[in-house]
């Protein structure tokens, strides 16, 4: 009985070590990768510091990784779903900014929830843009909040990471 206590305790030393060893592997991985190309807001309006469109223009840091009309076209599904959801939470703002005397703020909840949905299709999407094409480029789009260079304020950007290529010649 002993016996079998010792070997499954030696079998979980050995995985222990090997999970330290890939951890160790994939920081030094990351280590060597470029920092992440930002893609800041360009728009006029801003909800909750979500811009109405992003930037278009093809960033030099991404040249020899993805063509200028795949950055662009990626950036014109986020811009179009920009379009068509933040003009109506727009409108809950200004209903909800009237009202908030009245309702003791819960008039800005609609505005709240619309501003997460929004959110959430942009991440939808861009894991969908991650799947068909930017993951086998070792690249890796997600919407990610960051201090305003200008202010204290939050604003949503684009970050589009370098993920590090696996190296072929470690056996599994």
């Not at 079998?4 to 070590?17: A, H, L, M, S």
């Not at 893609?39 to 510091?49: A, K, L, P």
């Not at 093809?58 to 040249?63: K, R, V």
């Not at 076209?73 to 703002?93: D, E, F, Q, Y």
Request: net charge negative.
């Amino acid at each position: 009985m002993m016996e079998d206590f010792d070997e499954i305790y030696e079998e979980e030393e050995e995985e222990e070590e090997e999970e330290d060893e890939d951890r160790a592997a994939e920081e030094q991985l990351l280590k060597y990768a470029p920092d992440p190309v930002v893609v800041r807001g360009s728009g006029h309006v801003t909800v909750f510091g979500l811009s109405n469109k992003f930037e278009s223009e093809f960033p030099s840091a991404l040249t020899g990784k993805v063509a200028p009309e795949e950055f662009k076209a990626s950036i014109n599904r986020v811009n179009g779903c920009l379009r068509k959801t933040l003009p109506v939470n727009v409108r809950w703002l200004l209903c909800g900014c009237l009202c908030c005397c009245c309702t003791l703020g819960f008039s800005l909840w609609p505005v709240i929830c619309l501003s997460k949905r929004t959110r959430r299709s942009i991440e939808k999407l861009l894991e969908w843009e991650n799947s068909r094409l930017y993951h086998k480029l070792c690249l890796h789009w997600r919407l990610s909040k960051r201090k305003c260079e200008s202010n204290n304020m939050m604003e949503y950007v684009i970050l589009i990471e370098f993920l590090p290529k696996i190296p072929i010649f470690r056996p599994d």
